[in-house]
């Protein structure tokens, strides 16, 4: 099937669902697929109604850069022409109209889908922080990342700081937050921020490559296991081997002709 089943107009996004894969597009290249509240949104909202044949998600962007982060106008006085404006931190709203835009970000791990970021150009600020939003990055060897937000006076605030430091680990992340530096492809290998460094022209291949493979595996074994894999920071090793047990039971339950019932 393809089509846009939930892609909002006017959120400079666009969908394209071809049988178990989503392709998300952000399509604003004369700014850089520069971020509005809009696309945030509309993110969740593509979240929100995937189809449920839908196993895999890729995220990639339009033109020169995967994206350039929060569109800089939203922070003048006059903001982005027919666009919400940015909540102000000091209002009582602020938390959930953040949550709102946070939601976007936020479904890219769930268990029954694997997202993957397909980054080329520049990932600064939000753009960087969609990528790390990701299950998995691969990266095309022009490929700059840069959390931006502290040398703008910001936090980074679109759910990247979990998977910055889960990835590199504290001391790095510090550095890299608070220096502002960028980052190019071939250190992000070296830090783990890609999976795959691949020449510019082969980034989509590689990705259907690596789409292709993750498609493979057993739909229902890979939601298992990616829910598993997820849990186990968070568990000591005994409760680890007891989740394991878990979820080997319930997985087999399942394939059960009552369903396990
Ligand atoms: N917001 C709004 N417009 C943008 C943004 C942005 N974040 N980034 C680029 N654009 C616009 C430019 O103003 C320019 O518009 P114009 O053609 O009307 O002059 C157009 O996109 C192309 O940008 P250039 O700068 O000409 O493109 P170039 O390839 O030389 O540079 C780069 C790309 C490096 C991304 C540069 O545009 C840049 O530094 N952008 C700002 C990045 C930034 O600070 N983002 C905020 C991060 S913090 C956060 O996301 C919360």
Redesign the pocket.
Known sequence: MTGSPAAPAGAGIKLDVEGAVATITLCRP???N??TPAMWHGLAAIGGSLPPHVRAVVVRGAG??F????????FSPEG?PDEERLADPLSPGFGDWLAGCQAGFLWLRRPDIVSVAAVH??A??????LALACDLRVLADDA?L????P??G?V???TGTKPLVDIVGLPRAIELCLTARTVTAAEARELRLAEIVVPAADLGDAVGDLIAALLATDAAAARATKELLAGAPARTLEQQAAAERAAQAALQRSRQPSGGA
Do not use: T
């Open positions: 004369e700014r850089r520069a971020m020169p850069s994206s350039a982060g929060i569109d800089l106008r939203l982005v150009g520049h600064i600020g939000a753009g960087f922080q700059m840069c959390m931006k937000e040398a703008l910001l980074p605030d679109l």
